[in-house]
């Protein structure tokens, strides 16, 4: 029963709001200790959670939370080691998956391939008159996106863009028009959900049924998967 009473007393001591004055002078007013740590207090503020060194508290709040300065030090050293070992291992992750991507595109034919075969008619409701500007700096990184095929062409897709994943540094607003240069007649069709990798590589520039001129990026396709649903995470 006193081991209850001295638990429940120091849980309430630690749960009440309270007010923190380094020896620096920095101040924390009405603030809650949510956790104890060797090294420092974890609070919680209006503003956010904070952590405060023990060595930048004075002496008595020092000695009231039971502070050890060796103990502090071996904690400090392992939540480095662990931190690094977490890094190391996201970096390793990550350059796997960028060797598996590239493995993945040196298999899958390049866009001027592809443009090589014989190409279908026009379909109806766009001018034969199209083409591709280059850019004159075209991106190298790889982007990953969703996208609705808007209209298959003789010589690509018009794909409207559903959500871009960041894999590349550009990402494109849900509804943007985007072109995949290629021949894709028979294989996909009007309203296909696919995921695409690629890199931007210019505009193309494409005449409505009734003359109007539209402009939308251009993506040299290195990867493209024909997708059921697309993925319940997506917005």
């Known amino acids: 029963m006193k081991a209850s009473i001295v638990i429940s007393v120091l849980f309430a001591a630690v749960a009440l709001a309270d007010d923190f004055k380094t020896t620096t002078g920095q101040e924390y007013k009405n603030v809650t200790v949510s956790r104890i740590e060797p090294d420092g207090l974890v609070v919680v503020a209006s503003y956010g959670i904070i952590k405060i060194p023990f060595k930048e508290l004075p002496n008595e709040v020092q000695e009231k939370y039971h502070y050890d300065l060796a103990a502090a030090e071996k904690f400090a050293a392992q939540t480095a080691t662990d931190q690094h070992a977490l890094y190391l291992q996201t970096k390793e992750a990550k350059e796997r998956r960028q060797r598996e991507l590239e ?47 808007r ?22 607003p849900g509804g943007a028009i985007i072109f995949l240069p290629g021949t ?27 003359g109007a001129k539209r402009t939308a990026r251009a993506m040299q396709v290195r990867e493209i998967h024909k997708l059921v649903e697309f993925p319940p995470n997506l917005r």
Do not use: N, W
């Open 151 to 172: 209209q298959v062409l003789d010589d690509g897709l018009l794909v409207r863009v559903h959500e871009t994943k960041l894999i590349g540094p550009e990402r494109l």
């Open 103 to 149: 493995a993945t595109l040196k298999a899958q034919p390049t866009a001027a391939q592809a443009a090589s075969t014989p190409r279908a008619p026009t379909p109806k409701g766009f001018s034969p008159l199209r083409q591709i500007i280059a850019d004159e700096h075209p991106a190298t990184a790889m982007t990953a996106l969703y996208g609705t095929i």
């Open 184 to 210: 894709f007649v028979d294989r996909f069709y009007d309203g296909d959900r696919i995921q695409v990798i690629g890199t931007f590589v210019g505009t193309y520039q494409y005449g409505s049924v009734i």
